[in-house]
């Protein structure tokens, strides 16, 4: 790999520590359970990462990537936004799109969104207060310009 050069770099990386959340909602009135389920245990995965710590190390990885990355080829990264809470938004998608956009070379080109249907519609929060079902997925495309 690192002899190479390639033309598109795709990734779905692990969204900060959401897996090690314990589940709510849907999952847990169905099973009964609301266990975390983390991808692994190691503290380098970026499954495991505070948010803020979780931009900084996808920026370092990210930046490795696309130094493989051929001129005027692409990197594209999927990410989901996390629920808001009452102290912070969680635009993952905006945050993600200024972290590799401060890679040198790297230009932001647009983005996709993917219905996801494998996400099950459910009145989240309901009677209490209102929740927002997470049904898509940004698909985020960058041009390496150099």
Not at 38 to 48: H, V, Y
Not at 80 to 105: E, F, M
């Amino acid at each position: 790999i690192n002899e190479r050069e390639f033309d598109l770099i795709l990734t779905d990386p692990p969204y900060s520590n959401l897996m090690n959340r314990p589940k709510n909602g849907h999952k847990k009135k169905l099973y009964r359970r609301n266990d975390p389920t983390p991808f692994s245990n190691l503290l380098n995965d970026l499954g495991n990462l505070s948010y803020n710590d979780f931009l900084v190390k996808l920026h370092e990885i990210l930046s490795i990537a696309v130094s493989r990355l051929k001129n005027k080829k692409y990197l594209v990264v999927f990410c989901r936004d996390l629920q808001p809470t009452p102290d912070h938004p969680y635009l993952l998608h905006a945050d993600v799109i200024n972290t590799i956009s401060k890679i040198p070379g790297i230009v932001y080109r647009g983005m996709r969104i993917w219905h996801d249907s494998a996400v099950d519609l459910y009145p989240f929060g309901y009677p209490y207060a209102f929740v927002m079902n997470q049904m898509h997925q940004y698909i985020l495309i960058f041009r390496k310009e150099i």
